[in-house]
């Protein structure tokens, strides 16, 4: 992480099917998984199937929010990826462009994030694990902004929290 982030974001945007990133994704955490005896449920809008971006970035922006998901879940439990097409001006989006955006929905059922938290997550070095470098969700942020992407988090205490990344097509 440290080295990633120490180097300028190159974008190589091409279309790319969805469900391969997300799938891959999943075997990456496999281990993560496992270890907290949890699952992912998936489902991608039906007629997604490529998308436009850069798919090794994109990649690695999910797992680091989907390793944060599993960090913060209780044992035996479940994180949900959901990926959808949304109107630009449904998602309150300020991206530009009169085509569809790109909503992956990533939602744990963990502790939630404290309000002040919520406008720190995203800053370097900033973490509250134990051993954690704060790099992982500062990556996603720069991996967002590359792709001209929004990064959106609602959480509430003891219910858990959903990240939702947005991707202009």
């Given at each position: 992480?440290?080295?990633?982030?120490?180097q300028?974001?190159?974008?190589?945007?091409?279309?790319?099917?969805?469900?391969?990133?997300?799938?891959?994704?999943?075997?990456?955490?496999?281990?993560?998984?496992?270890?907290?005896?949890?699952?992912?449920?998936?489902?991608?809008?039906?007629?997604?199937?490529?998308?436009?971006?850069?798919?090794?970035?994109?990649?690695?922006?999910?797992?680091?929010?989907?390793?944060?998901?599993?960090?913060?879940?209780?044992?035996?439990?479940?994180?949900?990826?959901?990926?959808?097409?949304?109107?630009?001006?449904?998602?309150?989006?300020?991206?530009e462009?009169?085509?569809?955006?790109?909503?992956?929905?990533?939602?744990?059922?963990?502790?939630?994030?404290?309000?002040?938290?919520?406008?720190?997550?995203?800053?370097?070095?900033?973490?509250?694990?134990?051993?954690?470098?704060?790099?992982?969700?500062?990556?996603?942020?720069?991996?967002?902004?590359?792709?001209?992407?929004?990064?959106?988090?609602?959480?509430?205490?003891?219910?858990?929290?959903?990240i939702?990344?947005?991707?202009?097509?």
């Amino acid at each position: 992480n440290i080295l990633f982030f120490a180097q300028p974001v190159r974008v190589d945007r091409r279309r790319f099917r969805i469900s391969r990133l997300l799938r891959e994704v999943e075997w990456m955490a496999l281990q993560s998984l496992r270890q907290k005896a949890m699952t992912v449920h998936q489902s991608v809008e039906p007629g997604l199937e490529e998308v436009w971006g850069d798919e090794m970035l994109l990649s690695r922006a999910v797992l680091n929010v989907v390793l944060n998901a599993i960090q913060v879940s209780p044992s035996g439990g479940h994180i949900e990826i959901v990926c959808q097409r949304v109107s630009p001006q449904s998602s309150g989006s300020t991206l530009e462009g009169e085509k569809p955006n790109v909503r992956i929905l990533i939602r744990d059922f963990g502790c939630g994030i404290p309000g002040e938290e919520v406008t720190k997550m995203f800053d370097p070095f900033f973490s509250k694990r134990k051993g954690g470098t704060g790099l992982g969700l500062s990556i996603v942020k720069d991996i967002m902004s590359a792709h001209h992407g929004l990064i959106d988090v609602q959480s509430e205490h003891g219910k858990g929290t959903t990240i939702c990344l947005v991707l202009p097509q």
